[in-house]
């Protein structure tokens, strides 16, 4: 079974910067999609970013476009997660996603349509 290996996250400050990473434990593992959630106690798994392995296109959520930046590697087959500016209310677990099949643009930020999740990674900013 192929894990996603997440990395990165932290202790911030407001107005700080951290960079997550994500790869699957299997090189040969290729997808169509990989997404950013994130989830804080009480509260349900959220979109946060997307992209699309072929073509690099990206998606955000509203609260975080402008700030956070997506991309991935196709060499190493890794995904990223720029996060700048960060703010208190970003504070959650982040888990990466894959998606195996191409989705609709429709589909992007439903959590049900990703096949593989990463362990999550915990960010904290303080104010």
């Known amino acids: 079974q192929v894990q996603l290996v997440t990395s990165g996250g932290g202790l911030v400050q407001a107005g700080g910067s951290l960079s997550l990473s994500c790869a699957p434990s299997?090189?040969?593992?290729?997808?169509?999609?990989m997404g950013w959630f994130r989830q804080t106690p009480g509260k349900e798994r959220e979109f946060v970013a997307a992209?699309?392995?072929?073509?690099?296109?990206?998606y955000y959520a509203d609260a975080v476009k402008g700030r956070f930046t997506i991309s991935r590697d196709n060499a190493k087959n890794t995904m990223y997660l720029q996060m700048n500016s960060l703010k208190p209310e970003d504070t959650a677990a982040y888990y990466c996603?894959?998606?195996?099949?191409?989705?609709?643009?429709?589909?992007?930020?439903?959590?049900?349509?990703?096949?593989?999740w990463g362990q999550g990674t915990q960010v904290t900013v303080s104010s």
């Open positions: 996603a894959a998606r195996v099949r191409a989705y609709s643009v429709d589909e992007v930020r439903q959590r049900a349509v990703y096949n593989y």
């Open positions: 299997e090189r040969t593992f290729s997808s169509a999609a």
């Open positions: 992209i699309t392995w072929r073509n690099a296109v990206t």
